[in-house]
């Protein structure tokens, strides 16, 4: 039986319900799949004008109370980010936070995906030195000894770094020195 000769063999309330099911269904993933992306891509626009690119690295302020820029952002923790888009060219990441407590930079796909953390536990006090390439991404003419490649799944994303901080105020020399070790530098 043909789907027009189906149709009209049903009550005209029942297909517009089963219409409105399928659309709704749609809408649904559509959003479902939509909203990571849309997260990551408001993330990335909220370091101000000086702090946005791929490559740049962005020192926001310590979260208090009034602050959201990350989702649920946790007062104890001092962030630095960097938006990247490897499609071209690899970028190197560097730190070297020499801290006693924790740290980690995590990499997220343009969908939000995490696909990559290093903390300071896997570190073990070694400087970060990592080259970030997508799938498709040129090999860089000369790479340094010992450097960690990462590949990222799609071509765009961002690198988020955390410190944390017990008490701000009587840490801030040590934190912020350590959080801008962090350097994304492209390599062409």
């Not at 799949?33 to 791929?54: Q, T």
């Not at 090999?139 to 410190?163: C, D, H, K, N």
């Amino acid at each position: 039986m043909s789907p027009l000769r189906y149709l009209s063999l049903r009550s005209p309330w029942y297909v517009r319900i089963e219409v409105l099911a399928v659309v709704a269904l749609l809408a649904h993933l559509l959003v479902v799949w939509a909203i990571p992306y849309a997260i990551m891509a408001a993330l990335s626009r909220a370091a101000p004008a000086e702090g946005r690119g791929p490559g740049v690295v962005y020192f926001p302020p310590m979260t208090d109370h009034t602050q959201r820029r990350v989702v649920l952002p946790s007062p104890d923790l001092l962030y630095a980010t960097c938006s990247f888009d490897v499609r071209r060219q690899a970028l190197r990441i560097q730190a070297d936070p020499k801290l006693p407590g924790y740290w980690s930079i995590a990499l997220y796909a343009a969908n939000s995906d995490n696909f990559f953390v290093l903390n300071d536990r896997q570190a073990a006090g070694a400087p970060v030195d990592l080259l970030l390439m997508g799938p498709d991404t040129p090999e860089p003419a000369a790479l340094p000894a010992g450097i960690r490649r990462v590949t990222a799944p799609g071509g765009r994303g961002l690198l988020l770094m955390r410190v944390l901080v017990g008490d701000y105020a009587a840490e801030r020399v040590a934190v912020e020195a350590a959080r801008r070790t962090l350097r994304c530098t492209p390599l062409a």
